[in-house]
């Protein structure tokens, strides 16, 4: 520990020693049961409540806004509080946004008067992240948004998608401009977009050819039903699986399904005023300025026109580049499998990680035929299962907060402020020293962890409960974790100012309201706990964190101030116990 934190090591020991056990063994998954149960009638699918509801409490708008933003902050919940869920989600569906490529731009032009040669990369891809992650005022949005780039994934790390920076802040706009509108037009612009293109090598892919033995590649083709869209078997509308009379589940496509839309994505590639040869292949005398980010277009000379058949359509020969295109995502977008698939998903990355039957049938009737975005995240977030206080008491409710979701929501917590305006935290992909995490570097196509990932040997592979976070949570990444907080708690986080050479780490978090608190420990842990656990402050766990604040002794001021710098280590001390503790504690870590 640092400082005069390592006064409270043996009841932070203690703490951390459970940690794992409590994650290896809680059943920290999302609710068995109809909704109803216990809760009240759920409200009607794709609706909002009536307005004849109470307003929210504070731990009834701090449970909400843990799930719909990156963290509760005191002015979202008053402004939860007064004016209820419903209207809440009104505002932020009205909220305008900043473009995360207009701040990669601006980062650009900034480092290229100083220096031509390197220009702005990954790091400021994250800058833009974290800033609007922790300041912006659309959170609905950049949350949803976060959540779709762990459905629709391209990735930064080890691979070409890396080397186009500006189109990954491109990428992250896309998704922001369609979260809360037709999934079919998300589908459309998620195929079409470049870095997608190259993640999933549909950018630049040829029609077959015969006498070489060429085929078109199939990457994307398997990985939009499988990932994207309708998934690997039938579902029921409440996301059960479908099974023939012998119990097996019945699958959604096969080989020839993907071979025969893989001839559909033949023909795109860059964006640009021509569809010569060489802008097709990239020449760098036919590169547009903005091909990272605007839509791939047609090039009708590398398109297929065979005959292209999967999932019962069938295309007929020489139908051209866009109109395979249409009849491909129409098909794939009106599938009776996607409501109920991306609904699940959405359901796990904002509230539970194993919703009832029930839960996922009402999103996706809100969903709907049409691909509602919006109407989905409200049947999401205001359905009765996710808002009714009984189901924080459920031991298999809830999931486990990814670490990205962790930081954000602590920065939050305290009004976090980037001394440069940029949010330099960066990378943080090391599990063993930092969070093991790092937003648009997932190791592949499959997320940083699975929708379905049990943990093995485990009380939730006992109960038959799926907990996806858990699959980059283990031993390493967990004591990383806490170490990377320790450090950073009390220093700050990431970057040294945007030279490297700034007196003081780039994020900090503002203790000055809690200082005051400090001398008074039963007050200042009531104050920790209200900004980072809220209703998941139990009074046990207050008594075990109030008892190691007050293990860092507070000498008494001398009359002459000789020893004021003594006493206000310790008094800073105690704030730094006590946010530590909380910030690493199975009460936070774990989201009910």
């Known amino acids: 520990m640092v400082g005069g934190i390592c006064t409270y090591t043996r009841s932070g020991r203690a703490r951390l020693a459970g940690l794992l056990a409590a994650l290896l063994l809680a059943a920290c998954g999302g609710g068995g049961g109809d909704a109803s149960d216990g809760g009240g009638t759920p409200h009607p699918p794709g609706t909002q409540p009536s307005g004849n509801e109470p307003k929210p409490t504070r731990d009834q708008a701090f449970r909400f ?14 402004s939860v509080m007064s004016l209820g869920y419903g209207p809440w989600m009104d505002q932020q569906f009205a909220k305008p946004t900043v473009s995360h490529r207009a701040l990669w731009d601006a980062a650009d032009a900034r480092i290229r008067a100083a220096d031509p040669t390197p220009g702005a990369g990954q790091r400021e891809v994250l800058d833009g992240f974290y800033r609007q992650a922790l300041s912006g005022e659309d959170q609905l949005r950049q949350r949803t948004v976060f959540a779709l780039s762990q459905i629709f994934v391209i990735s930064m790390q080890g691979s070409e998608v890396g080397d186009h920076e500006r189109g990954v802040a491109g990428y992250l706009d896309m998704l922001g401009a369609n979260a809360f509108g037709s999934y079919r037009q998300l589908l459309e612009q998620v195929a079409r977009h470049p870095m997608m293109g190259i993640y999933l090598s549909h950018l630049r892919n040829q029609k077959e050819n015969p006498a070489t033995g060429r085929v078109p590649d199939e990457n994307f083709a398997r990985e939009v039903m499988q990932l994207f869209s309708i998934g690997l078997v039938q579902l029921n509308a409440d996301g059960t699986v479908r099974k023939d009379a012998a119990g097996k589940a019945l699958e959604t496509y096969a080989g020839e399904d993907i071979s025969g839309l893989a001839k559909v994505f033949t023909g795109w590639s860059w964006y640009g005023p021509d569809t010569s040869d060489a802008r097709f292949w990239g020449s760098s005398k036919s590169q547009d300025a903005d091909r990272q980010w605007q839509p791939m277009q047609a090039y009708a000379q590398f398109h297929s026109v065979s005959e292209k058949r999967f999932l019962g359509q069938t295309v007929a020969a020489q139908t051209g580049t866009a109109a395979s295109l249409k009849t491909a995502l129409d098909t794939l977008a009106g599938h009776p499998n996607v409501a109920p698939f991306i609904a699940r998903q959405l359901i796990q990355r904002l509230v539970t990680s194993n919703p009832s039957p029930a839960y996922v049938q009402r999103a996706a009737a809100a969903f709907g035929a049409g691909g509602d ?24 409710f809830g999931k486990l907060r990814e ?3 962790r930081l954000t929501a602590l920065l939050r917590a305290f009004g976090a402020r980037s001394d440069s305006g940029s949010f330099l935290i960066g990378a943080t992909d090391d599990p063993g020293t930092q969070l093991g995490q790092t937003p648009m570097r997932a190791p592949s196509v499959f997320n940083f962890y699975r929708p379905g990932f049990v943990p093995p040997n485990s009380l939730m592979a006992a109960q038959g409960l799926a907990a996806p976070e858990m699959q980059i949570t283990h031993e390493t990444s967990i004591v990383g974790y806490a170490n990377y907080l320790r450090s950073g708690v009390d220093r700050g ?3 040294s100012g945007l030279d490297g050479k700034a007196t003081r780490r780039d994020v900090q978090p503002d203790y000055t309201q809690v200082l005051t608190l400090a001398p008074q420990p039963a007050a200042l842990v009531d104050e920790v706990s209200q900004r980072l656990l809220g209703p998941q402050a139990n009074a046990a766990f207050k008594r075990e964190l109030q008892t190691a604040v007050e293990s860092v002794a507070v000498p008494a001021l001398k009359a002459d101030g000789s020893n004021k710098t003594q006493v206000d280590t310790a008094l800073r001390n105690r704030v730094l116990a006590a946010v530590l503790l909380s910030a690493v504690s199975p009460e936070f870590v774990v989201q009910k």
Do not use: S
Not at 65 to 78: D, N, S
Not at 382 to 393: G, T
């Open 65 to 78: 806004l843990t799930q719909a933003t990156f963290g509760p902050t005191e002015p979202e919940i008053q």
């Open 373 to 396: 975005m919006r109407a989905m995240l409200r049947a999401v977030l205001l359905d009765d299962e996710a808002r009714k206080p009984e189901a924080a008491a459920d031991p298999a």
């Open 403 to 405: 670490p990205v979701l």
């Open 493 to 495: 986080f990431g970057q």
